[in-house]
Nanobody, 119 residues
């Protein structure tokens, strides 16, 4: 059974930092591109940052310079370091695992973790 378990969300003041973690099980982690997405109330889910199996990263323009994605193959975990958080970053953050072409199959989602930025 595949599981993606996010943790690290919470309430933080503007300008603060949080680190989200997503630990995977049931997949061969090195064979999956990983990503963080977020969904604010009344808005569509949007990509925040992604990291390929080879470690290439991409991030949304709104978070460049503030957020950084990384992965640890020894822990089967992907991280999102978030700095200088702003109220516009308030959302539920979801972890995504997308198989590479050789692996095939479906993508998986975590259950989400709430991030609230407020004074």
């Amino acid at each position: 059974q595949v599981q993606l378990v996010e943790s690290g969300g919470g309430l933080v003041q503007p300008g603060g930092s949080l680190t989200l973690s997503c630990r995977s099980s049931g997949i061969i982690f090195p064979n999956y591109h990983m990503g963080w997405y977020r969904q604010a109330p009344g808005k569509q889910r949007e990509m925040v940052a992604t990291i390929t199996t080879g470690g290439t990263t991409n991030s949304a323009a709104s978070v460049k310079g503030r957020f950084a994605i990384s992965r640890d193959h020894g822990q089967d975990t992907v991280y999102l370091q978030m700095n200088n958080l702003q109220p516009m970053d308030t959302a539920v953050y979801f972890c995504n695992a997308n198989p590479n072409l050789l692996t095939g199959g479906r993508a998986y989602w975590g259950q989400g973790t709430q991030v609230t930025v407020s004074s």
